[in-house]
């Protein structure tokens, strides 16, 4: 009998044992289920950020295309000729003197004509005040002119009406034309900001110093 009752405590034991085996690999299997569920967190938090990344790309994308299209309207909207372009809206300007929009394309095709006098009395009469492509035409136009100080005065309005890569490359381009390193720096950092290529700038202001 007390054979018997040794046995019993024998296999006893070993089934404590074997249940205390169980008991520990649970802990782990449960511990590493929670690391799992821990990197699927934090998976999913980064893929979270990947699409909000991938969402803000598509809008500076569309963007720039839509900047794009502002700035050279002709290529879409007019094939005609260039100088064909500036008579038929030299045209359209004697039945609407005043039309805006007429004006706009008329500056833009003197301007693209290479008759900066002409483009720049043409933008004077748009308010620059509402479109910040005025601006940035007029300080294309002073640029060529050589009046670099009336091209920063007429960017930096620019700027403060559309903060884009576009605007802050010309405003880099004009300081390094008047030889204003330390603005150029900061108008190129900033056009980086809006992944504006600003390898040709930078080669140039290096050269400023």
């Not at 309207?73 to 809206?89: C, I, M």
């Not at 559309?162 to 381009?173: D, S």
């Amino acid at each position: 009998m007390s054979s018997e009752i040794n046995r019993f405590d024998n296999a006893l034991q070993g089934l404590s044992t074997q249940w205390s085996q169980v008991q520990q690999q649970l802990k782990s299997k449960n511990a590493q289920i929670r690391d799992l569920e821990k990197r699927v967190a934090s998976l999913t938090d980064a893929l979270a950020e990947a699409n909000k990344s991938v969402g803000v790309y598509k809008e500076r994308l569309l963007s720039a295309v839509q900047t794009f299209k502002k700035m050279f309207p002709q290529e879409e909207n007019s094939p005609l000729p260039l100088q064909e372009r500036v008579t038929l809206y030299e045209a359209k300007l004697k039945e609407s003197p005043v039309d805006p929009e007429v004006l706009f394309e008329l500056g833009v095709a003197y301007y693209e004509l290479g008759d900066y006098q002409k483009a720049l009395g043409t933008f004077t009469q748009l308010d620059k005040k509402t479109n910040w492509l005025v601006s940035h035409y007029m300080a294309r136009i002073c640029t060529r002119l050589n009046q670099q100080e009336n091209a920063l005065a007429h960017i930096d309005c620019a700027i403060r009406l559309e903060t884009n890569g576009i605007n802050y490359a010309l405003m880099a381009h004009i300081a390094i034309q008047s030889k204003l390193a330390d603005t150029a720096r900061a108008a190129i950092d900033q056009a980086k900001g809006h992944n504006f290529d600003v390898t040709k700038l930078e080669e140039q202001c290096a050269c400023l110093q």
